[in-house]
Every structure is written in structure tokens, then in C-alpha cells.
């Protein structure tokens, strides 16, 4: 357990509509990065956030927005989900920089 | 200048073998490189990692060597067993952050028994 925690596990939604994924860091880590893993696509970069302000965008589409709350806690809001959007999505949180990040286990979202 | 580029795509060893994976990365600002292990339905956890100040690492029967000149690394993985079956990642990334971590497009490995 890496002690990352990524809430819902599964999400089957229709197109359309709009969810939320929520990653609740490791206790006392400031950064929360979030992942997309598709299966054509590898493990792509969505954003990061440390300690409630954006700090580095990856590829992440103008529907896909996310924010840090005052706990530390992330969410992943993704709006006028599109088929394609169907993926694997991970957040992993660190301290400070990369070499301690740990991955949380993802939410599977399927759009139907 | 962002790419890391990972291969071979698919891997079949035997029992007892040799497995080895090999990452490229184009920005030099890149100062850490980390290889992460993925089992299916869990996320990708940390295995091993070098920082370009050496030429090798070795924890176990897991192995990187770095290139730096060639900008090259890659994973060995020795004695390879069933139970190392799983999607192997390289990644780049700058320790002290503020830097997108970067990760190749992962390994499929299966070990035959």
C-alpha cells in the first residue's frame, strides 16, 4: 500500500457528462500529480499541484481541470466526456520533488 | 526534447534469464531516472533509480546502467522470474521537481516458467 488513495476504483459514465476523481495524498506530502494511462498512450502528464497552487501542465485538455484544497486532498474534474477519454488515471503524490513520489492504485473510468 | 523513447515494446524471457529494457531521453536537464514496475489493476510502483553521476546501479537482480554521453539507460533484470512478469516504465525527471516527470511508453514483460 503506498498510502496514495484514489477514489472511486471503477467509473462507467456516459458521454456527455461530467465526473470527479479524488486522490488523497500521502500524509505530509504537498505535491499531487495526476497521470493518464490509456493503452495506446503510456503514462502522460496531465498537472501538478503543490501545496494548493498549480505547479507544472502537462497535456491536459481544456475540459480537464483539477484543484488542491486547503487538506491537500486533489480532484480531477473531467467535463463532456468523450469516448477517447476512457483510461486508467492515476495520481501520485510526493514531499517535495519526484524521487519519493508513490502512486496511487487509479480509477478505471469507462465512457460509454 | 520532452521524449523518452522505451524499448522494446514486448518482452519474452525464460526462466533463469536475462531480461533487459532500454530507455533514450533527449534534455539534459533531466537528473534523475527512475524505473517503475506496474502489475495489472495496480498502479506503477518505484523499483529502482539513478542519478547521472554513475555509470551503474544494482539493488538485487535489478540493475541500470547509464549512459550519459549516448543519453541511454537501461534496466537488467537478472536470474528474470514468473513473478517479475508485470509493465516495466522508464521515466526522467528532475529531483528537485518543478519538472513534468517524463516516462517512456513502458515494456511488456512475460517469464516463462
Known amino acids: 500500500d503506498s498510502g496514495v488513495t484514489q477514489t472511486p476504483k471503477h467509473l462507467i459514465t456516459a458521454t456527455g457528462q461530467r465526473v470527479t476523481l479524488r486522490c488523497s495524498p500521502r500524509?505530509?506530502?504537498?505535491?499531487v500529480y495526476w497521470y493518464q494511462q490509456s493503452l495506446d498512450q503510456g503514462l502522460q502528464f496531465l498537472i501538478q499541484?503543490?501545496?494548493?497552487?498549480?505547479?507544472a501542465k502537462g497535456n491536459i485538455l481544456e475540459r480537464f481541470s483539477a484543484q488542491q484544497f486547503p487538506d491537500l486532498h486533489s480532484e480531477l474534474n473531467l467535463s463532456s466526456l468523450e469516448l477517447g477519454d476512457s483510461a486508467l488515471y492515476f495520481c501520485?503524490?510526493?514531499?517535495?520533488?519526484?524521487?519519493?513520489?508513490?502512486f496511487g492504485q487509479g480509477t478505471r473510468l469507462t465512457v460509454v | 526534447q520532452q521524449q523518452v523513447k522505451q524499448s522494446p515494446q514486448s518482452l519474452i524471457v525464460q526462466k533463469g534469464g536475462i531480461s533487459i529494457i532500454n530507455c533514450a531521453y533527449e534534455?539534459?536537464?533531466?537528473?534523475?531516472f527512475p524505473w517503475y514496475q506496474q502489475f495489472p489493476g495496480k498502479g506503477p510502483a518505484l523499483l529502482i533509480a539513478?542519478?547521472?553521476?554513475?555509470s551503474e546501479k544494482k539493488e538485487g537482480r535489478f540493475t541500470i546502467s547509464f549512459n550519459k554521453s549516448a543519453k541511454q539507460f537501461s534496466l537488467h533484470i537478472m536470474d528474470s522470474q514468473p513473478g517479475d512478469s508485470a509493465t516495466y516504465f522508464c521515466?526522467?525527471?528532475?529531483?528537485?521537481?518543478?519538472?513534468?516527470?517524463?516516462f517512456g511508453a513502458g515494456t511488456r514483460l512475460f517469464v516463462k516458467a
Open positions: 501520485a503524490s510526493s514531499a517535495q520533488g519526484w524521487t519519493e513520489a508513490f
Open positions: 500524509s505530509g506530502d504537498l505535491s
Open positions: 499541484y503543490y501545496n494548493g497552487e498549480e505547479r
Open positions: 534534455n539534459t536537464a533531466f537528473d534523475y
Open positions: 539513478i542519478r547521472p553521476d554513475v
Open positions: 521515466a526522467a525527471s528532475k529531483e528537485t521537481g518543478g519538472f513534468k516527470t517524463i
